[in-house]
Each structure stands twice: as structure tokens, then as C-alpha cells.
């Protein structure tokens, strides 16, 4: 009776959490197909002196439907914010006494200079100019607040900025990121671009890649090893990061997605997939809602701090951001 009470604690738990922003999470048309299913597994690994052990491990259908989405079709102008304040926060207050993250060296701001929506795209453009003790400006966007779902199809249609010293970038941060604190809440890289000036990684103006990261309290529950993937333990948090090396990501618009489930987290580009993330527990920090960002960021850690000699400008294009359940 105890194991039966249990059962329906936990698969009544997973269908109030599974949904999409906070005002939609009851909606159950938001949510995706999620099930539990016990299979009975003979010689288990993990159970010494038993012929059998009773595992339960849960599933998750993606369906087809759009459950959010920003397409960038009414264009910025005079008097009309760059994007959808329903949809979007523009990023404009430094954190950390006045400097942003991971040594970046723009400053982020709502100039329609750095960010606007036009001719069907939504442009994120870091320019060479001082501002605030900085020498460079540039935009970042987040939906915390305003669109936090849990698993679904995420994806992005977008054109990549072509100068070397660009971090160009679309993650999701766990939701519960003012609790807990980063990294605890969690971070999934759906797209990272512009490592490849570092001697460390592939020297290919190509290269991208997707990394799935998590804090010391989610050591032991989840995977050290992915093959042919790289690991790093920072002492802070560890993270699974994998590469690709794609054609004419500047003259080009390529589709970067994520698929995220319980039991494990799939990255694609151009419906290639090219990282299986598989989970380890089905718990902290991926089983709870997280919230979209997009940026571009200039130098930092990520390129070393260099930027190439001669920067003016550089643009980040991005034709669509949608979500499916």
C-alpha cells in the first residue's frame, strides 16, 4: 500500500511541475505526454545477492504542439520597445558590482543600436563604442518570469556574427536561479559559437557546440562521462560540452534545437543530432522549469579575452525562437 501511495504522489507531482510559463502551468494543453512505467530487470548491477530489482523510469512524448514562440515580425521603430515586453526582458543592469559575467567586455543595453527587430529578424549587434567604462555595447534578452516551461522541443533559426572575439549565444538557466543560485539551478548551452580562437578546441570558424552544466549538490545524480564528449570539473560546477563543426555559419542560417525529457536531453543542428546528454537521476536540477536567453557577448573567457583588431561591429541574426510540447 505504501509503494502503491507513492506511485500516485509521484505521477500526480510530474503532471502539476510539467507545463509551461508560471500563469500556464496548470494548462494541461501546454504540457507533453509524460508517463511511468515500471520494468522488472533481472541481475541488476546495483543489487548484490537478488535475482531480480523492480526499476521505475519515466518517459516523455514530444507532440507538435507550439506552446510559445517569438517569430520578430513587427519591427522596432521610434517608440516601440526593440521586442515583446510580454515575451522578452532586455538585460540592461550589471550584475557584480558593475561588470558582467564570465569577463565579458561589452555592456549590455536597450539602445536600438544593439538590439531591434527588422525585416523579419530580431538583431542583437555589438558595436565598438565606450559605455559605461566599457569599450564595446551589445544586448542580451531572457523570458524569466514571462514564458519558464518544463521539457518540450526548443529551437532557433538564426545567422552567426562573423568576427572573431563574438560569443554569440542561445541557453536556458534553471527558473529557480534567485533560490538557489547558479550553478544549482542548472544551465543547458542549446548554442555556443566563436571558442575557436582558444588553443585548447578545434581552430575552425565553424566550430559550435552545446554543454549541459550542474552545481556540487547534483555531483553524485548525474553523469561524468559521455563518449567522445569533454568533461570539466571548474571546482565550482562540472560540465559535458560537444562540438560540431558546421559550413557558412555566417553567410548562412542554420536551426539549433534541444529536445529535453526526463531521462535525457538531445541537441541538434539542422535536425542533426549530435549530443545525447542521458540522465544519470531524474531529478535536481533538470526536472524543474527553466526560462530562454539569448546574447552576444564580446570577448571574455570564452575567446581568451581577444577580440580581432579592427572590430566596428557585429551582428547576430536570429529569424524565429520556438517551443513545442
Keep these: 500500500m505504501k509503494a502503491y501511495l507513492n506511485s500516485i504522489f509521484f505521477t500526480l507531482f510530474l503532471l502539476i511541475s510539467c507545463g509551461g510559463s508560471k500563469s500556464d502551468i496548470d494548462d494541461p494543453s501546454l504540457t507533453g505526454n509524460v508517463t511511468q512505467t515500471s520494468n522488472l530487470t533481472q541481475g541488476s548491477n546495483n543489487t548484490q545477492g537478488s535475482n531480480s530489482s523492480n526499476q521505475t523510469t519515466t518517459t516523455y512524448t514530444y507532440g507538435n504542439d507550439l506552446v510559445w514562440s517569438d517569430e520578430f515580425d513587427e519591427d522596432s521603430s521610434f517608440g516601440v520597445p526593440a521586442v515583446s515586453p510580454d515575451r522578452w526582458n532586455i538585460e540592461t543592469v550589471a550584475p557584480d ?74 541557453w536556458m538557466l534553471g527558473a529557480n536561479i534567485d533560490e538557489i543560485s547558479w550553478p544549482n539551478c542548472g544551465e543547458l548551452d542549446i548554442l555556443e559559437h566563436g571558442d575557436y580562437v582558444k588553443d585548447s578546441t578545434s581552430n575552425d570558424p565553424g566550430l559550435i557546440s552545446s554543454a549541459v552544466h550542474y552545481g556540487p549538490q547534483d555531483y553524485s545524480r548525474q553523469p561524468t562521462y559521455v563518449p567522445d564528449k569533454i568533461f570539466f570539473d571548474t ?22 534545437a534541444i529536445q529535453w525529457a526526463p531521462d535525457k536531453i538531445q541537441f541538434f543542428v539542422d535536425e542533426e543530432m549530435y549530443f545525447e546528454y542521458p540522465m544519470q537521476s531524474q531529478h535536481s536540477p533538470f526536472d524543474k522549469p527553466f526560462f530562454l536567453l539569448l546574447n552576444l557577448a564580446v570577448g571574455g573567457h570564452w575567446t581568451d579575452g581577444y577580440v580581432a583588431p579592427g572590430f566596428t561591429d557585429a551582428t547576430y541574426e536570429i529569424d524565429y525562437v520556438r517551443v513545442y510540447q
Design 235 to 256: 571546482g565550482q560546477e562540472r560540465f559535458i560540452r560537444a562540438e560540431k563543426i558546421i559550413d557558412n555559419p555566417f553567410e548562412e542560417f542554420h536551426t539549433y
Design 97 to 170: 558590482n558593475g561588470s558582467w559575467y564570465n569577463g565579458e567586455l561589452q555592456y549590455y543595453t536597450d539602445k536600438q543600436d544593439n538590439i531591434k527587430v527588422e525585416d523579419g529578424l530580431l538583431k542583437i549587434t555589438a558595436k565598438r563604442e565606450d559605455f559605461q567604462g566599457k569599450l564595446y555595447t551589445s544586448a542580451r534578452i531572457n523570458t524569466q518570469d514571462k514564458f519558464e516551461f518544463i521539457y518540450g522541443r526548443v529551437e532557433m533559426r538564426a545567422k552567426l556574427p562573423n568576427w572573431e572575439g563574438m560569443w554569440p549565444a542561445f
